[in-house]
């Protein structure tokens, strides 16, 4: 997948896990892509690790849900790491 498509999967699985779990979060769409690329790559581990499956192409279901899995799971890894700064 090239470097568009990360991009574009970032900001959607980000996006998605922003809409999943919802509440204040300190960032923009600056921070929800990059949370959504790094949760991707952070996905494909998890998918690897457990499943035994990594990410496929743009238009396979389960590259997205481990993107969004991903993208869960560093959102709420970046919601502990900067909580007690956003609930002001």
């Known amino acids: 997948m090239g470097i568009l498509g990360w991009i574009v999967l970032g900001l959607l699985a980000g996006a998605i896990a922003k809409a ?8 923009g769409i600056i921070i929800t892509m990059l949370l959504g ?21 743009f238009f396979d279901m389960r590259t997205w849900l481990l993107a969004i899995l991903g993208a869960i799971v560093l959102l709420g890894i970046y919601r502990l790491v900067t909580g007690s700064r956003a609930r002001t």
């Open 20 to 27: 999943i779990m919802p509440g204040r979060d300190p960032g």
């Open 37 to 57: 690329i790094v949760g991707a790559i952070l996905g494909g581990f998890i998918g690897q690790a457990l499943f035994g499956t990594d990410l496929g192409t």
